[in-house]
């Protein structure tokens, strides 16, 4: 694994793009599905009836012109019926700030109306909003973003999202769960949201990728095994802390989800492995990064657990 976080970085920068140009092309990819099964219906009939038409006053009798009404009626008819499912199953509504309101589960159950179709009263309070309407774009596809000023002073100050994000960048949080269900729903959601994502983890990352749904965010896995892509021995904490730090310092936005700290102590020591989150806090709080870590209680002792409070906020 090459030891710039900025190339993870910008793994994750691509495939927000990617994301971002997706959302628009699927919905354009459909509607042209249906416009060619107009014409496919069509481009059958036409010729068949010029076959049989003696000359071109035949060809454009009445009969014809009411025929090509009823066929593009059942062209368009077929179309929608076939292709409109796709349709909406594709749609994804992105806001311009690059958020994919769509996979949020505050705007699924109905809390948040986005961004894209709120009050405009409140998209006027927004500078992204502003900014990239201006330039006729998303944040995601713009080539200043890692060095916006605006997105990275007024992301966590969305009109729509008060309520729904409460957790601070800056600071660090612990989730107490047996397996990452809960923090990984969080970082789906800030992710979703915008935010340039980086997942720790002692899981192999596609296949935490494909369990959880997680797309477009840049991993990295604690392991031994190697010639793997992105991976770092958990013993060489000083490679991981500059990866991590590396990334956030580049990222203008970002969430990082932590699972694995029982990992780093079985090949280090709990003392140790605390340590590497004090330094990693340090760097979360001077880049206005956020930390998301999930634990299993039942590993630690019942001091370990204190010494976790002392540094992180509890979920």
Request: charged fraction near 25%.
């Amino acid at each position: 694994m090459n030891d710039q976080g900025g190339n993870i970085l910008e793994v994750a920068v691509h495939m927000m793009e990617k994301r971002t140009r997706l959302n628009y092309l699927d919905i354009d990819c459909t509607r042209n599905l249906q416009l060619k099964s107009t014409w496919g219906v069509a481009a059958v009939v036409i010729p068949v009836h010029l076959q049989y038409s003696k000359d071109i006053n035949t060809f454009f009798d009445s009969h014809f012109l009411f025929l090509c009404s009823i066929v593009l009626g059942l062209g368009s008819i077929v179309g929608s019926k076939f292709f409109t499912k796709k349709e909406e199953s594709k749609t994804r509504i992105t806001a311009r700030c690059g958020a994919v309101c769509s996979d949020c589960s505050y705007f699924v159950e109905g809390d948040c109306p986005s961004c894209p179709e709120g009050d405009p009263a409140l998209q006027e309070r927004c500078a992204i909003f502003k900014c990239a309407r201006e330039k006729g774009i998303t944040c995601h596809v713009c080539d200043e973003l890692l060095r916006c000023k605006i997105f990275a002073q007024e992301r966590e100050a969305c009109p729509f999202e008060e309520e729904y994000f409460p957790l601070e960048t800056g600071l660090g949080y612990v989730v107490y769960e047996k397996t990452p269900e809960q923090s990984i729903q969080l970082f789906k959601d800030y992710v979703n949201r915008g935010e340039f994502g980086l997942v720790v983890s002692r899981q192999y990352p596609e296949q935490m990728k494909t369990k959880h749904s997680i797309k477009n965010v840049a991993t990295v896995w604690l392991s031994t095994a190697e010639g793997e892509n992105n991976w770092i021995d958990p013993c060489n904490l000083s490679k991981l802390h500059h990866v991590i730090a590396d990334f956030i310092r580049h990222a203008p936005v970002s969430t990082v989800l932590f699972e694995g700290l029982e990992y780093l102590m079985v090949r280090n020591s709990f003392l140790t492995a605390l340590k590497f989150v004090q330094s990693l806090m340090d760097e979360i709080t001077l880049k206005r990064s956020r930390l998301l870590l999930s634990i299993n209680p039942d590993a630690f002792e019942k001091k370990e657990l204190a010494l976790i409070r002392r540094e992180l906020i509890e979920l």
